[in-house]
């Protein structure tokens, strides 16, 4: 499994603003957030695909495979900071109870703020 898909700049300086209902990081809208009770937010910003993701095995023994998974580029807050990358939308919705889709509405105040 795969939470952070592909991390391209760690540390990086998130530039948030809010025009009404509508989150931007520098400069890009925010198109879906998430967030989790461990603190972690991943905002959306650019859908790269949508593939077939593995995520494990099964008890079984078969493969867990996510069929049309949505790869994300964005803004992933994480304990040490901010971090711009990839990440799997099938992942995030796995962890149900742990982690939840930020309503859009609430996008425009969601995050921390530097």
């Given at each position: ?18 025009k009404g209902d509508v989150l931007y ?90």
């Amino acid at each position: 499994m795969y939470i952070i898909y592909r991390m391209m700049e760690a540390n990086k300086e998130a530039k948030f603003e809010s025009k009404g209902d509508v989150l931007y990081i520098n400069g890009k809208k925010v198109l879906k957030g998430w967030e989790s009770f461990s603190g972690m937010y991943w905002f959306a910003l650019e859908k790269i695909q949508e593939q077939d993701s593995y995520m494990g095995e099964l008890p079984d023994g078969t493969d867990d495979i996510a069929k049309g998974d949505t790869i994300w580029n964005g803004l992933v807050q994480g304990p040490y900071g901010n971090s711009f990358g990839d990440f799997s939308q099938a992942e995030l919705e796995r962890m149900r109870g742990k982690v939840w889709k930020i309503p859009q509405k609430n996008l425009s105040y969601s995050g921390r703020r530097n």
